[in-house]
């Protein structure tokens, strides 16, 4: 299927990017300067901002309550944006999105990013919140059934590392994790995966700007042979929870979050691919308002409902 038209528009109406290297500063402040005012978004019962103070610093995290309930399953999600992009604002509309659909309380996770903080600071961040999520019962309401993890692009390579490394620690309290087009080999050799070939160029996302996207995080204390940089790397996939991994078909991504579940399933664990047609990188976050991909939060909370 081609790309869809709403998106081709998208892309084709996206200005040349300035030369030289990329300048995390005013890529921020770009991606800032889309978020809609507080007025104009989905409406839930209560969105409230808290600090978890953890081991490693103060965490400031978003917690929606989608409606008022004596109780809640809870969901951890974690923003995407390359390591180095994304925030609580930028990513609020999928957050009340989740909320809505799935009726769990979202706790969104504002992690400190690169390259001001080094690997593994915001895999830390999120790591530790999920910790915390699951000692601050009462006052998240949580009911002690659903503890979920979620996130999109570099947001998928937190959850698919904090699900690793809360297994290695004993911690098995994850119940589900769900990958939206998740970053999880940071080994940008172009011959590893079909998908960097097929979808090179003209998709948004292309295979070139992938080293010097994530460079702020690899050149910064990472090292993509570890499991905890690149999750697909980890030698042992026993154990985890159940996972929902969706991509793209037009994402040069795809193949290595296909991959990952492959290895899940030969591992003897359960994990669900489901392929967006004529969706890039990113549609979760940018074309969610497409009627045909705003179903991924339907099926997120379908997969979510399974225990």
Not at 179 to 188: G, R
Not at 243 to 271: K, M, N, W
């Amino acid at each position: 299927m081609t790309l869809h038209p709403e998106i081709a528009k998208f892309i084709a109406g996206l200005p040349t990017p300035p030369e030289g290297p990329l300048d995390p500063v005013s890529m921020r402040a770009a991606d800032e300067a889309h978020v809609a005012p507080v007025e104009e978004r989905l409406p839930l019962h209560a969105v409230d901002d808290v600090t978890v103070r953890t081991a490693s610093g103060e965490v400031p995290v978003r917690v929606y309550t989608p409606v008022e309930a004596d109780s809640y399953g809870v969901l951890v999600y974690f923003h995407g944006g390359a390591f180095f992009l994304g925030s609580l604002e930028t990513h609020d509309h999928v957050a009340r999105s989740l909320a809505q659909e799935t009726g769990l309380k979202i706790i969104s996770v504002g992690y400190r990013l690169a390259p001001e903080a080094a690997f593994p600071a915001g895999l830390d961040d999120c790591y530790a919140v999920v910790r915390w999520a699951s000692e601050e019962s009462g006052s998240l309401a949580w009911d002690g059934t659903t503890l979920a993890v979620a996130g999109d692009s570099s947001g998928g390579n937190f959850v698919a590392a904090v699900a690793a490394r809360a297994h290695d620690d004993g911690f098995h309290q994850i119940t589900h994790q769900v990958l939206y087009y998740p970053s999880l080999d940071l080994d940008f050799d172009v011959d590893r995966y079909a998908s960097l070939r097929e979808n090179a160029i003209g998709y948004g996302l292309e295979t070139a700007g992938l080293k010097p996207f994530n460079a702020f995080y690899i050149n910064n204390g990472a090292d993509p042979a570890n499991p905890l940089v690149s999750p697909i790397k980890r030698a042992d996939l026993t154990g985890l929870p159940p996972a929902l991994i969706v991509t793209a078909e037009h994402d040069p991504l795809r193949d290595e979050g296909e991959h990952y579940a492959r290895r899940l399933r030969e591992a003897g664990g359960e994990a669900t691919v489901s392929r967006y047609e004529g969706a890039g990188h990113g549609f979760v976050q940018h074309f969610s308002w497409i009627p045909e991909y705003h179903g991924v939060f339907a099926e997120t909370r379908d997969f979510l409902s399974r225990r």
